[in-house]
């Protein structure tokens, strides 16, 4: 069975700094790419990052490029998202989700629970 | 990116059909047969529904499908059952190399 188990998130104050995680089993990890979508209270989904199985492969969506990385690491069945400089429109509850296939350009299949990150002062 | 166009609402009672359309560009829906759909609960995460345009995932059932036609998708629901009340979303894939989400449309069954 997938699991994505997301955390990390919580409390910040606009400008600072939060890293996410996301822990994968069920399948093995280094063959599908990983995504991660967020979703503002009482909004819509919003795609921010995906990464290739092999990390050779990145995109991220304009509101959060130059902000957020993405990472994972294949040995750890992890996917990370360091959020710098982050601002109150970033508050949303932030969902884990596997690819359908090795690339970014396939859907993203199953997904976690999310993890809540709530930006303010 | 902007967000793909889903209209806000549809209802139906049990037994009927919907359709939810989805309208993006040529750089988007138009230009990619990466079309995906998604169902959420409330307080729940999304589930894919279709994906490649008119594909379903194992489980789904085939009273879900898709089909697209120029810049706009469509998801079809026939036999509309209470459980289908839902929220559900398209996803396209785009020539920025992202994903674009439509604005979600809330399906109430009457």
């Known amino acids: 069975e997938v699991q994505l188990v997301e955390s990390g998130g919580g409390l910040v104050q606009p400008g600072r700094s939060l890293r996410l995680s996301c822990a994968a089993s069920?399948?093995?990890?280094?063959?599908?790419?990983m995504h991660w979508v967020r979703q503002a209270p009482g909004k819509g989904l919003e795609w921010v990052s995906g990464?290739?199985?092999?990390?050779?492969?990145?995109g991220y969506a304009d509101s959060v490029k130059g902000r957020f990385t993405i990472s994972r690491d294949n040995a750890k069945n992890s996917l990370y998202l360091q959020m710098n400089s982050l601002r109150a429109e970033d508050t949303a509850l932030y969902y884990c989700?596997?690819?359908?296939?090795?690339?970014?350009?396939?859907?993203?299949?199953?997904w976690g629970q999310g993890t809540l990150v709530t930006v303010s002062s | 990116q902007s967000a793909l166009t889903q209209p806000a609402s549809v209802s139906g009672s049990p037994g009927q059909s919907i359709t939810i359309s989805c309208t993006g560009t040529?750089?988007?829906?138009?230009?990619?047969?990466?079309v995906s759909w998604y169902q959420q609960h409330p307080g729940k995460a999304p589930k894919l529904m279709i994906y490649d345009v008119s594909k379903r995932p194992s489980g789904v059932s085939n009273r879900f499908s898709g089909s697209k036609s120029g810049n706009t998708a469509s998801l079809t629901i026939s036999g509309l059952q209470a459980e289908d009340e839902a929220d559900y979303y398209c996803?396209?894939?785009?020539?920025?190399?992202?994903?674009?989400f439509g604005g979600g449309t809330k399906l109430t069954v009457l």
């Open positions: 040529s750089s988007d829906v138009g230009g990619y047969n990466y």
């Open positions: 069920g399948f093995t990890f280094d063959d599908y790419a």
């Open positions: 989700a596997k690819g359908w296939a090795g690339v970014v350009i396939f859907p993203m299949h199953y």
């Open positions: 990464i290739s199985w092999n990390s050779g492969s990145t």
């Open positions: 996803s396209s894939y785009t020539s920025s190399s992202t994903w674009v």
